[in-house]
DNA sequence: AAGTGGTCTAGACCACGTC
DNA sequence: ACGTGGTCTAGACCACTTT
């Protein structure tokens, strides 16, 4: 007898199975919500929340009218976490530290003064060092507007920091974030203890509450860094 | 009167208003779906996909019998779209190219061979240059176990990349990523254009077919790339 | 115009984890 | 043990897009 799908998980491994099995090729179509959920002897709502599982993981391709095909060229979509920094090197059986290295009013550089769409207003300016075991891990360089957060300005950065502190209290709607690889500076060689121009990952991450600029900060990871994540 | 949220959508900019607006702080539990589902003038499946799609977001936490609970630490997840090289490419308005540099049947390096657990047996190992505007723009050196994906060993690696061919040819179910900076090698360095030890920003992917392994690869970008993604 | 996926409802049962 | 979220059902209406 036919075997029965009574729950959306076992409808995705047969359709999983059918993609793999290469019985519903690449670009091809497949039936409809309606027929395979008569075939699999379920409601189409299970058959749907199946289906727009696949189409969420870029394996399907869902068009209103046109019906559901195999992508062509399954976009595999990797979800990064983006813990906070204690917690990043706790999880890593490490011991964590941190230390305030710098904390000033001023004006940001033009780059970073065009990203947030702040013009000419002062930022608050903090650099960080967060540490694993007692070594150095990452830089944490990063400017803070008081315009949207006013709290940020009482906060006592030798015990909390900056990350810590606004993951918390400062909400955001919207980011951006990119990541790459870039020669270490002076400054940042010195407080990592690493040689001047090697190879250090970083990440530079610009949030908003609304359209509001909440914050940009720029990570500096010490040399042999790496990050992960499953597929 | 009472505002009407009968669709999932509007329950969630609800619930996110609360979450913003602090009326359910950072910890705090809120009323359970039934509850939430009488107030808003709903089923309790449109709540129930509202709080889901929250909670995946990472802003709540779930538990059964628990009850669900505001964050303390709302771990951002930002998911990356990997798309073929040649889209990745095109997308940024730039023309494609493609050269095959190598291609050969060897024993991998130890630190492959574990990862991919294939013990002494040889697999084809290829290195591949895709251009952008005709300027290097990635190194792909890859090792690609024939036993697993036979039909590889045929395929015209001077006019299709392996990349493509395996993206659509070679499913697999599951693999890991990892991202870092690094020096650049004197090959490498050879194949970019580039200084030998300028910082360049890598890939290494592994991938299976259930726990058959497929292919590892190293992808090595031209300095100055990053990778970009919205929160 | 018509067919497809997208969603909502009301009710029900179940699995799990906390109490 | 029991309350919570997780899920399934059957039916319905709607939005979109292609024909």
């Given at each position: 007898?036919?075997p ?14 059918r993609i ?8 091809a179509?497949?039936p ?8 699999f002897?379920c409601a ?7 289906l ?14 046109a ?17 906070i920094?204690?917690t990043?090197?706790?999880q ?5 530290g ?8 001023e004006?940001?550089?033009?780059p970073?003064?065009t ?7 002062e ?20 400017w ?13 950065l030798?015990?909390?920091?900056a990350?810590?502190w ?22 940042e ?13 970083t ?7 609304a359209t509001a ?19």
């Amino acid at each position: 007898m036919t075997p029965e799908f009574n729950s959306w998980q076992s409808v995705q491994d047969e359709v999983l199975r059918r993609i793999h099995s290469r019985t519903w090729p690449p670009g091809a179509a497949i039936p409809n919500e309606a027929e395979l959920a008569q075939e699999f002897g379920c409601a189409r709502a299970t058959v749907n929340r199946a289906l727009q599982a696949l189409a969420d993981a870029g394996l399907l391709e869902r068009k209103r009218r046109a019906g559901t095909r195999v992508a062509l060229h399954p976009i595999r979509k990797a979800t990064l976490s983006i813990p906070i920094l204690r917690t990043e090197i706790e999880q890593r059986g490490a011991t964590y530290g941190y230390g305030l290295i710098d904390r000033r009013l001023e004006v940001p550089p033009n780059p970073i003064r065009t990203r947030l769409g702040t013009g000419g207003a002062e930022l608050l300016h903090t650099r960080a060092l967060h540490t694993a075991n007692g070594r150095p891990f990452v830089i944490e360089d990063r400017w803070v507007n008081l315009a949207t957060v006013p709290a940020f300005a009482e906060v006592d950065l030798e015990r909390f920091s900056a990350n810590e502190w606004l993951v918390s209290h400062a909400p955001f709607t919207h980011g951006d974030i990119f990541f790459g690889a870039d020669p270490c500076s002076i400054t940042e060689a010195e407080a990592l203890g690493c040689a001047v121009g090697a190879a250090v990952f970083t990440v530079e991450r610009t949030t908003w509450n609304a359209t509001a600029p909440i914050t940009w900060v720029r990570l500096v990871y010490a040399p042999g860094y790496r990050m992960q994540t499953d597929l």
